[in-house]
């Protein structure tokens, strides 16, 4: 079966732009968060993405409007069980996902497939939650959605080879390059490059250099299009702290142990370009 309506779950940065990516791809898409203030910002960050592209003359006027039209909005999961495939890009928290993968398991359609965008937690113990683990898979984004072509696919423990071939198919419909990793913490991605992060906010709070010199430094030295505390900034720096949570007890190995100021930084409120403050100002 194809799949031809998805949930994303989630409006925010990763949740809007996956809903974009698969309207354009002519998915019907329904995108839900937990307030309709949330999915109101998330829509009018669609419509200025694909505003964007229509004016750099990357889509034509009448397919931005097919895509925006492909698009419906919920505060809850009561319409789930007319999805082929749910995507959750909700906070990356292993209740708050476990608690939803159980309640889009009793939703959804038998066979219908549950992904998450998980930047770090176990697919296996997400999978573990549902009664359908061989459904449930890791299909993991990048940020901004709409212009990184990779996504990276993550089966987990009991995943079926059935599932990881429709959404290696479907990441493909959505013009992306599917690579597949195993269930360990931080997948590849962010394995690799969270410690970079880390370590250059250590650079930071041992008064190495100025972030202005950290992230030219990487920027100009590595040809990095983004230095590592910028970047840290549009990732959101509650998900770099999560995602090095994850990493630290998952090796239980000093070597993730996250920085103090970001613990700090993430305790404040600062959470980079979402909050308006982190390591710069926006
Ligand atoms: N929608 C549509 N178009 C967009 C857009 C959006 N959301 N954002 C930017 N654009 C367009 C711009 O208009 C611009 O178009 P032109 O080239 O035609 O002028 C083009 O895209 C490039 O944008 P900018 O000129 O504003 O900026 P840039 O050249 O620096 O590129 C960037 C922006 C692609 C974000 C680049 O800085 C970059 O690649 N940064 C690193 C991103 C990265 O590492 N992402 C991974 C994060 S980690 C992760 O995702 C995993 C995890 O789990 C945490
Ligand atoms: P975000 O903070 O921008 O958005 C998260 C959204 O989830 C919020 O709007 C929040 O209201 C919503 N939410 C929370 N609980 C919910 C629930 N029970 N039901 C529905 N919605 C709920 O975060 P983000 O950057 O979009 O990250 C989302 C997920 O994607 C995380 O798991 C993250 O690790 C992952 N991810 C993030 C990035 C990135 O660069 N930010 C990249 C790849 C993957």
């Known amino acids: 079966m194809g799949i031809e309506t998805i949930g994303v779950i989630g409006a925010g940065q990763m949740g809007n732009g996956i809903a974009q990516v698969a309207a354009v791809a002519g998915l019907r898409v329904t995108m839900v968060d937990v307030k309709q203030e949330f999915v109101d910002r998330g829509m009018a960050t669609i419509r200025k993405s694909l505003a964007k592209m229509v004016e750099k003359q990357k889509m034509t006027a009448a397919d931005q409007a097919a895509a925006l039209g492909r698009i419906g909005t919920a505060t809850d999961l009561s319409g789930a069980e007319g999805w082929d495939m749910a995507i959750e890009a909700a906070v990356e928290n292993e209740t708050v996902k476990k608690d939803l993968f159980r309640e889009l398991d009793q939703k959804c359609r038998p066979g219908a497939i549950l992904a998450t965008n998980t930047s770090s937690i176990s697919i296996t113990a997400i999978g573990a939650a549902t009664r359908r683990p061989e459904s449930v898979i890791g299909m993991h984004f990048m940020n901004p959605v709409p212009l990184m072509t990779l996504v ?12 990881a071939a429709a959404v290696v198919d479907l990441a ?3 013009g992306k390059t599917p690579l597949e990793a195993n269930d360990s913490p931080g997948f590849v991605a962010n394995r690799i490059l969270l410690p970079m ?5 250590f650079a930071l709070h041992e008064g190495v250099a100025t972030k202005e010199s950290i ?9 990095h299009p983004m230095g590592p505390l910028a970047l840290a900034d549009f990732i959101g720096l509650d998900t770099c702290l999560s995602i090095l949570q994850v990493l630290h007890d998952g090796f239980n190995d000093s070597k993730y142990r996250p920085c103090p100021l970001l613990k700090k930084m993430v305790a404040a409120g600062h959470l980079g370009k979402k909050t308006g403050q ?3 100002h926006y």
């Open 152 to 163: 990276e696919v993550i089966r987990g423990h009991a995943t079926s080879g059935a599932t």
């Open 172 to 174: 493909k419909t959505m």
């Open 197 to 201: 992060i880390n370590e250059a906010i």
């Open 215 to 223: 992230d030219g430094i990487m920027k100009l030295g590595m040809n």
């Open 278 to 280: 982190g390591f710069y």
